[in-house]
């Protein structure tokens, strides 16, 4: 680096940062052949079930995840399904730990409001993504288990900062929005979601 000291030019030398670990540990080429697990998604924001396909390899010794396909035989949705592809797979294969991408589709927030599965309330479509995104990465060995203590904060501080909506009516705390007729008339019954509107009729339990 150069400076100008008393009208002279001086000469600094620049000591460089140690490079970050892993930084260019990413995947040059996809293999031919690679390992995966295909996991089925029912989920409340879309009409029907989606397929999802989580590919890895084994790279210095450890798996990791190398793309993702998500499929549906809804053919309107193929267009952000292919999205979310591209964009998630791009992330595994140039990221040495794509983790990060778990958060940031859990923190997306559907617009109509979620609904309680399993004992837990879903933000959106895209956070049961992650979900299943998490699940894969614990199957695989790639994401480290946390004791219960952290377990048990890490859930208490996401309590904190996703709270349920607050129950202002009967209405908003029973009935979610439909994907058949867009109307908020889709509610639980005998475990599962089924719109109470006479001319829709739409189940998921149906599909």
């Keep these: 680096m150069y400076k100008i000291k008393e009208n002279k030019f ?60 998500i499929n549906s035989k809804d053919l309107t949705k193929n267009a952000e399904y292919a999205v979310l592809t591209r964009l998630i797979s791009a992330i595994f294969r140039k990221s040495s730990n794509p983790v990060f991408i ?4 859990s923190s997306i927030h559907d617009p109509n409001g979620g609904y ?3 004992g837990k309330y879903i933000h959106s479509f895209y956070s049961e993504i992650a979900d299943v995104i998490e699940q894969f990465f614990r199957e ?11 377990s048990a904060i890490a859930q208490h501080v996401n309590e904190m900062l996703n709270p349920p909506p607050e129950k202002t009516t009967e209405v908003n705390t ?5 994907p058949e007729c867009n109307q908020k008339t889709l509610k639980m019954e005998n475990g ?16």
């Design 102 to 105: 778990l958060e940031e589709l």
């Design 10 to 69: 001086e000469i600094k030398e620049v000591k460089h940062e140690e490079p970050l670990d892993n930084i260019t540990d990413h995947i040059l080429e996809r293999p031919d052949v690679v390992n995966a697990k295909v996991y089925r998604l029912r989920s409340g924001f879309v009409r029907h079930s989606v397929y999802i396909t989580l590919g890895y390899i084994t790279q210095n010794g450890k798996n990791r995840p190398i793309e993702i396909f």
């Design 192 to 207: 599962c979601l089924t719109c109470i509107n006479p001319e829709c009729g739409y189940s998921k339990c149906d599909e």
């Design 140 to 150: 695989i060995g790639c994401m480290e288990e946390e004791d219960e203590g952290d």
């Design 174 to 178: 029973e009935f979610f929005i439909c």
């Design 116 to 118: 309680h599965k399993n």
